[in-house]
């Protein structure tokens, strides 16, 4: 992961987190596409019939649809551009999907805090807003989770600039 902190001015700060590899399309991919190249050349020259009446030639087409489907969802980059007199705008952009923007007023953040959390096999560290009539916490990071030195880099900035 890329980090970026863009000082704007003494009372804005932006701080993006990025993914290094650009490219959505893995190595799985071009073994899938050249899987069903090859199976449809099979069923061609070896069996004389149309590859379309195979479930393996199915099998490989779904595989690829649902990958793709998949690639909607991988986050591109997350930014946290913290504003003195406003609030903090979370925003997250997507390799094949639109971009999202979460806006939270000054005045219903309640508390920044660093927290940690359990998953499978490890223990991270996350971000997160406490914000006023929200019964859950709003995450600064949901996908691309920093490490915890840069964490803490970005919630002193944040807690400069929002206090």
């Not at 649809?65 to 705008?89: A, P």
């Not at 490890?122 to 691309?144: H, P, Q, R, S």
């Amino acid at each position: 992961m890329e980090y970026n902190c863009i000082h704007i001015n003494n009372d804005v700060k932006e701080y993006r987190i990025s993914r290094k590899d650009k490219s959505i399309v893995t190595k799985f991919d071009y073994f899938l596409l050249s899987l069903l190249l090859l199976t449809a050349l099979y069923h061609h020259i070896y069996l004389e019939a149309s590859a379309l009446r195979s479930f393996s030639t199915y099998l490989i087409i779904f595989l690829i649809i649902f990958k793709f489907y998949l690639k909607l969802f991988i986050v591109k980059e997350e930014s946290l551009i913290v504003m003195r007199e406003l609030g903090v705008q979370i925003k997250r952009k997507y390799f094949l999907r639109p971009d999202t923007l979460e806006f939270i007023d000054k005045n219903k953040i309640q508390n920044v805090i660093i927290n940690e959390g359990i998953t499978k096999h490890n223990v991270i560290f996350y971000m997160a807003f406490i914000v006023e009539g929200k019964n859950k916490m709003v995450l600064a990071f949901e996908d691309l989770i920093p490490r915890l030195n840069i964490l803490l880099q970005i919630y002193r900035g944040t807690l400069s600039v929002i206090k």
